[in-house]
């Protein structure tokens, strides 16, 4: 980063991790128990790093807290969650990290974040016919990889108590290289989120072609000009997405992205709540799921190619 026309200390440091993760077994092919932990240790960092580096820990425990002040050397219990299965059925509950179709996701560092609540889902296969996936979760905490402690949920204000988010979400693949996905998510009494993706893969010149159209909407429900009023209306950010394979040796891919986010706000938040590594959310788009700022009116677009 630049201080005028001088270059200034972004990111300098030196992070020991480890990571220890227990998986059971299932006692009666039905209940397991998983637990995992992980430690960074600061070996060095400069002064002017002075903020979390995502790395390490935060020297604030909790992600409400956070003054930006620095790192520090500590463990994190990441996981802890009893687990069960019965035929197509599923469930966990915990300190877990989201796994089904849901809207909520961790945020990663070097492990992901975790979050306090409860999952379950089923998978169903109908054969040639296709192949059906769901999934529900709530969860009333959460902590980022750099945070130490669990903390509650608030509205933009960060006053404003949210006693919990939850979301439901399905996939079908019609095993023809269709695959449709919908999604719906809330923080409770606060922001309203929605998600739709077709997906579909043809051959094209005897290679694979690859497309998706991409849609993630999100609406609040405070309408008073507040801080918690986060946006009018509707916002939303819609994705294409193209992908060519020649021969397993040139991989090309084309994407884009649009954003509408009226309000005070001013920019798309795929989270259901609004300050950063409060929660987290799904953004398929993988070049663009770390931003903050898909500001209204935004239009991206990303090519590449791998040979």
């Known amino acids: 980063m630049t201080d005028g026309d001088k270059y200034k200390t972004n990111l300098s440091h030196a992070t020991w991790n ?75 509950a915990g300190y877990i990290q989201p796994t089904g179709q849901t809207l ?28 059906l996936s769901f999934s529900y ?16 949920f608030y509205q933009a204000d960060k006053k404003t108590n949210v006693d919990y988010l939850h979301s439901i979400g399905a996939k ?18 606060y922001v309203d989120q929605y998600f739709a993706k077709a997906s579909y893969k043809f051959d094209l010149g005897g290679n694979p072609f690859t497309t998706s159209y991409q849609f993630y909407g999100a609406r ?17 950010l819609q994705a294409l997405t193209f992908g060519y394979k020649v021969a397993e040796v040139v991989d090309l ?12 706000q001013g920019y798309f938040l795929q989270r259901m709540t609004p300050t950063y590594a409060s929660s987290n959310g799904r953004l398929d788009i993988w070049w663009d799921n770390r931003s903050d700022f898909n500001a209204n009116g935004e239009k991206g677009g990303f090519l590449r190619r791998d040979v």
């Open 18 to 92: 480890a990571n220890l993760d227990f998986q059971s077994g299932y006692a009666a092919d039905m209940f397991g128990l998983d637990i995992a932990a992980f430690t960074a240790i600061e070996m060095a960092e400069n002064g002017d790093s002075g903020h979390p580096n995502e790395i390490a820990f935060s020297k604030k425990n909790k992600g409400y807290d956070e003054d930006y002040s620095g790192d520090k050397s500590g463990i994190s219990l990441y996981k802890a969650a009893a687990k069960f299965k019965y035929g197509p059925v599923w469930a966990r």
């Open 104 to 131: 909520l996701a961790p945020h990663w560092s070097f492990m992901p974040g975790t979050y306090q609540g409860a999952e379950a889902g089923a998978s169903f296969d109908y054969g040639d016919a296709g192949a």
């Open 137 to 152: 979760m709530w969860t009333n905490e959460y902590k980022a990889p750099w945070h130490t402690e669990m903390d509650k």
């Open 172 to 189: 079908y693949d019609f095993k023809n290289d269709l695959v449709l996905e919908a999604a719906f998510g809330q923080s409770e009494g």
């Open 220 to 236: 609040d429900k405070v309408d008073d000009r507040s801080v918690n009023d986060i946006y009018d209306g509707t916002a939303w």
């Open 253 to 264: 891919r084309l994407e884009g992205t649009w954003v509408k986010a009226d309000g005070q």
